[in-house]
Every structure is written in C-alpha cells, then in structure tokens.
C-alpha cells in the first residue's frame, strides 16, 4: 500500500545544517515533494524533485533522492530560527488521479 | 498572485450539528483538493475535483460529507451530522493540473463539542 514514514522530531542549533530524512512506498511516484508548515498556517511548498533526478539545490535547500532505497531528504543550511516548523514530505501517485500522499510530519526545532 | 482562500478560518460546533467550508482556488487551477488534517497528522486527501468532475472520492466519508465545485471555480465542503472525530484542520489546494504542483490555502479549524 501506499505509505509515507517520516521520523517526528529533530533539534539543531541555529547555524548548524538539519537533514530531514523521508521514506516511501510507490516505487512508480514522478514527483517527490517538501513542504512546510508553520503553527495555525497551511502547507508551503518548498521544493520538489522529479524522480530520474538524484539531486536538486535551491538556495539553503538540497534534497537527495536514492529511488533505489526509496529515501528522500532535505537538508537546510545554515538553519535558522524562522526554519522552525512541521516539515512534510509527499509522494504523488500516478494511478491517474495524481493525489499526493503525505508523511506525518518531522518537527523541526531550532535552538538558539 | 492571490493565493488559495478559505473561510471561515474556524469554527466550534456541537456534535450532529451541520457545518460548511469555502474554498477560492488560484485563478486558473483546474485541480482543487481537500484534505483533513488531524492534529500530530499529514494530510489525507478527501476529495480531488478537475474542473467542475469528481476525480477522486475514496476517502470521503460520504455518509456525512459532501462537496462541490460548481462552474469549476469555487468549491464547499459540507459535513452533517458532524462528529467529534471530525475536528480537524480542512484544508483546501489547488493546482494548474492534475500532474502540476499543489497550493495550500491557510485552512478552516473545526472543533466538534
């Protein structure tokens, strides 16, 4: 079936870099996502990667992808305060209805 | 560019009561969503319109939910009777096209006593 795992919690110092790390299940998903959300907001696409694609840098943003193990990650530079927020990755299922599928979220805080 | 707007941005009711949420996607989006996020949660796609037609419904609890999209523009959301487990955060998206990334609206908060 179709699942999206995420691990619930990570705290960095400011400055330092956070790697958010996000495994899922449809091996056939084009399109891989990261969004954030900050409290009472909703969702904020960040970035996204298509799937023959390994890599992909936006500013402070890298994400991986190793379709092999089906493992995405984000990694933030140089995080900062304002990068505290729920940060969700979502896979797009192509059985023609393209819906995403989402993870449960990984909690990122930025310690000062 | 607006972005995807949603109202009421929360709401408290009693349980069986009735409740309706409003979505204004990005102009020109043929794909509006909604999900239902519970708290601690991702969230769970509930209805997919393309245009004014349903593409996706499997996960809509039809007994109690329904929505709509008429003229392919503007949609509602309506849960009745609703129940406490429908507290949650509606939350509405919209995209250019069924492949085309999505947007996400601020959200409608319902609380169910």
New interface residues.
Partial sequence: GED?EQSLFLSVREGDSSVINCTYTDSSS??L?W?KQEP??????LT?IFSNMDMKQDQRLTVLLNKKDKHLSLRIADTQTGDSAIY?C?E?CTSG????I????TRLKVLA | EAG?AQSPRYKIIEKRQSVAFWCNPISGHATL?WYQQIL??????LI?FQNNGV??DSQLPKDRFSAERLKGVDSTLKIQPAKLEDSAVY?C?SSMD??Y???????T?LTVT
Avoid: I, N, S
């Fill in positions: 999206v084009t399109y996502y969004y009472g907001a909703g969702l904020q696409l996204y969700f979502a797009t209805t393209y819906k995403y989402f993870g449960t979220g | 995807v969503y601690g949660q991702g969230p769970k796609l997919q593409v996706d939350l998206a069924r492949a990334e999505q947007y996400f609206g601020p959200g908060r």
